[in-house]
């Protein structure tokens, strides 16, 4: 996935397992959202291709957990925490929607 954006300053960083922090120091917290929703456009065609025993070839999708916060709206030391926070809020809510939809699938 390639996203394009003209900020003066973005820091990409591995900050454990698979979890990722985007700092983006020239931007607020509203743009941030803008940029979150741009990532959600492009997300919605990503899949992994796998062979299934059964079911042969089937495509699964990818899904990102994303929490944004920024220091407009809180603490600057509180950030992390926050933007962390509201990842694992999108992730429940993720997890929810899937099985909501498995189970409405296959009755």
Same mark, same amino acid.
């Given at each position: 996935?390639?996203? &394009?954006? *003209?900020?003066?300053?973005?820091?990409?960083?591995?900050?454990?397992?698979?979890?990722?922090?985007?700092?983006?120091?020239?931007?607020?917290? &509203? #743009?941030?959202?803008?940029?979150?929703?741009?990532?959600?456009?492009? =997300?919605?065609?990503?899949?992994?291709?796998? *062979?299934?025993? #059964?079911?042969?070839?089937?495509?699964?999708?990818? &899904?990102?957990?994303?929490?944004?916060?920024?220091?407009?709206?809180?603490?600057?030391?509180?950030?992390?925490?926050?933007? #962390?926070? &509201?990842?694992?809020?999108?992730? =429940?809510?993720?997890?929810?929607?899937?099985?909501?939809?498995?189970?409405?699938?296959?009755?």
């Amino acid at each position: 996935m390639q996203i &394009r954006y *003209t900020l003066f300053h973005v820091i990409l960083s591995r900050i454990g397992g698979d979890e990722f922090a985007v700092l983006l120091p020239s931007i607020d917290s &509203r #743009d941030a959202q803008n940029v979150l929703i741009r990532i959600r456009q492009n =997300e919605k065609g990503l899949s992994l291709l796998c *062979t299934h025993k #059964d079911h042969g070839k089937i495509r699964i999708p990818i &899904r990102m957990s994303i929490g944004v916060a920024g220091s407009d709206e809180t603490q600057p030391e509180k950030v992390l925490k926050l933007a #962390d926070d &509201r990842m694992y809020i999108d992730k =429940e809510s993720f997890y929810h929607h899937a099985v909501d939809a498995l189970f409405s699938e296959n009755p």
